[in-house]
């Protein structure tokens, strides 16, 4: 099992770390003109020109598919750091100091989670337009709630063991006990819990874009490549075919590397 | 096993109160919630009307109380852009919704179900990784762009099955009709959440048949046919009804977007509509109403799970 995991753990990362390259760096050395319309060559076929070829404005479907990987990434990314702050805290909170606090907390966490997420995302969105950074916010707030979750779980089990006893009997403060010794011990089930959450925000945000009420254009964003592409099925399939392959093989990635991490991480299963 | 059930219905009633209360607040404290009225370019009569009409000179507490007072009584308000009461428009879609869903949720029983214990019983058999990889690839894969390309194959290529709606236009209903529609949206629903089902079955087989008692049944000389029918199946069959009420809100939230690829006229599709035209009074009914639903199916499915299993009634 080990070794198996193992393979998967380097592919993923690999085909993570050239991908990174790709929308970070090659846009140094090539600038495709991702917003730039080209009305003479609209849905060109791939050539030397535009290696994957144009839409359906002729803007160069390779440029656009770059710089959507920027956009898509950054906003799953910040959107796990957004779940990360508020699970966090609800999370140790609820679970280190018990009583009303945590009763309070872990029903709104209930109550949150009984909201298909997808609903709370366009109840949100509806309220505070579909901008970026409310794009990002949002799908953070849709994922704080198993994150606070998990931290809830591990606190209490961690807030009893003899080494928090001690630390409280040597006059510790709650803060330092819950920053400096029990924190820790959540961090690994958080790495994996945020790597799986980056695929889900990558599956948000693609189809909230996908619906126009993500990111908007012109900015490119894998999502709203395809929200062009289905009109154009019957002319030029392939605009479909891209951004489809490339949130797949992303998110697939993340999956993989924090299904990896979790049998790295945990020896029990 | 009531006071079991009444203390869970209780906590139904307290997480359904959170809901609205936290949607009621977002909706009206928010800045682009009915204060952002104010700042429109109305002259002060209008101003003054929809100040009257929406009760924005009441304080917000008293503005709650007489929502939830309505909501009691099955009346959401009324939709922004339609002027229409938004609950008899989310309960048309509802129905439609809630066809789509139960369509998901039976192919996702009839196939995960199966390949899950299948998977658990020959562990590490190609059986077993094959179920793994088409969970795994079932959870990368983009739900909308999955739609796409089975329209692209199904419908533009071969002409078999319609790209989008419930019923042919112009053609009165009957049922093969409706499943020549439904086909395709109930699949790529199922795609949602077949992979919780494979793991979920599978886990729960696996852990069964760890236990001690299924050694001693081996040992006392059973057939590995006798220990899983008699012995394995039955009780890892018990934690799988709980499943489908985790199952819930992905199927109703997996809907937004099932719904607007195949244009089926849901409430998920409502909820998209409302959001573009910002109809946020819309948007939250629907999103009451589908707590609503969550809260009412896990209730129901708690229910089936105490009278299955003995345990949880006295737990």
Same mark, same amino acid.
């Given at each position: ?14 085909? +993570? ?53 920027? $956009? ?48 709370? $995302? ?14 990002? +916010? ?39 006990? $819950? ?61 479909? $075919? ?28 | 096993?009531?006071?079991? #059930? ?47 009409? #929406? ?25 922004? %852009? ?152 039955? %009780? ?61 199916? %896990? ?17």
């Amino acid at each position: 099992m080990g070794r198996k995991r193992s393979w998967t753990l380097w592919l993923a990362g690999l085909f +993570l770390v050239l991908l990174y390259a790709a929308v970070w760096v090659v846009p140094l050395f090539w600038d495709g003109h991702p917003n730039r319309p080209d009305p003479a060559h609209t849905l060109t076929a791939p050539s030397a020109q535009h290696l994957l070829g144009t839409d359906e404005l002729g803007r160069d479907v390779l440029a656009r598919l770059l710089a959507g990987g920027r $956009i898509t990434l950054s906003v799953a990314v910040m959107a796990m750091v957004v779940a990360l702050v508020i699970g966090v805290t609800v999370g140790a909170l609820a679970g280190y100091f018990r009583g009303w606090v945590e009763s309070l907390l872990m029903r709104l966490v209930d109550a949150i989670m009984a909201i298909p997420s997808f609903f709370l $995302i366009l109840t949100l969105l509806t309220i505070f337009g579909h901008s970026t950074p409310m794009v990002i +916010l949002v799908i953070g707030v849709n994922y704080w709630t198993p994150v606070a979750r998990m931290v809830y779980a591990e606190f209490l089990r961690f807030r009893e063991r003899e080494f928090v006893e001690a630390s409280r009997a040597a006059g510790a403060h709650s803060w330092t006990i $819950i920053v400096r010794h029990i924190l820790p011990q959540v961090i690994p089930s958080l790495i994996v819990l945020l790597t799986l959450g980056i695929g889900w925000s990558i599956l948000a945000e693609s189809g909230l874009s996908y619906l126009g009420l993500g990111i908007q254009p012109p900015q490119a964003s894998w999502g709203n490549m395809l929200q062009n592409a289905q009109v154009y099925i019957w002319t030029a399939p392939r605009l479909a $075919i891209y951004p489809g392959l490339a949130i797949m093989a992303t998110v697939l990635a993340f999956n993989a590397l924090g299904n990896a991490l979790r049998d790295q991480l945990d020896p029990r299963k | 096993m009531l006071s079991y #059930l009444g203390r869970r219905l209780l906590q139904g009633v307290v997480v359904l109160f959170i809901v609205t209360l936290l949607t009621f607040l977002l909706v009206n404290a928010a800045p682009g919630g009915p204060a952002s009225l104010m700042r429109m370019e109305t002259t002060d009569a209008e101003r003054q009307a929809l100040i009257q009409q #929406l009760h924005l000179d009441e304080p917000l507490w008293k503005r709650y109380g007489s929502w939830l007072a309505g909501a009691l009584h099955g009346d959401l308000g009324l939709s922004l %852009n339609s002027r229409e009461p938004v609950l008899p428009l989310i309960l048309k879609r509802l129905g439609n919704t809630l066809q789509l869903a139960g369509a998901a949720l039976l192919l996702a029983v009839v196939i995960g179900l199966p390949l899950g214990l299948v998977a658990a019983m020959r562990r590490n058999s190609w059986i077993d990784h094959g179920a793994t990889l088409l969970s795994t690839l079932g959870m990368s894969v983009p739900d909308f762009w999955l739609g796409i390309l089975m329209i692209m194959v199904f419908s533009v290529s071969w002409h078999l099955l319609p790209p989008s709606g419930m019923s042919s236009i112009g053609s009165a209903f009957t049922l093969a009709d409706r499943i020549r529609h439904l086909v395709m949206p109930a699949i790529v629903l199922t795609m949602v959440i077949l992979p919780n089902v494979v793991r979920f079955a599978r886990s729960s087989l696996a852990e069964v048949l760890d236990q001690d008692y299924i050694r001693t049944a081996y040992a006392k000389g059973l057939s590995a046919r006798q220990v899983i029918y008699r012995h394995a199946l039955r %009780n890892s069959l018990i934690p799988v009804v709980t499943i489908i009420g985790l199952l819930i809100p992905a199927l109703l939230g997996g809907s937004v977007i099932v719904e607007s690829v195949f244009g089926w006229p849901g409430m998920g599709r409502l909820a998209v509509e409302a959001s573009s035209g910002r109809d946020y009074t819309l948007v939250m009914a629907i999103t009451v109403v589908a707590a609503v639903v969550v809260v009412v199916t %896990n209730l129901l499915v708690d229910l089936v799970y105490s009278l299955i299993d003995p345990r949880i009634r006295h737990g």
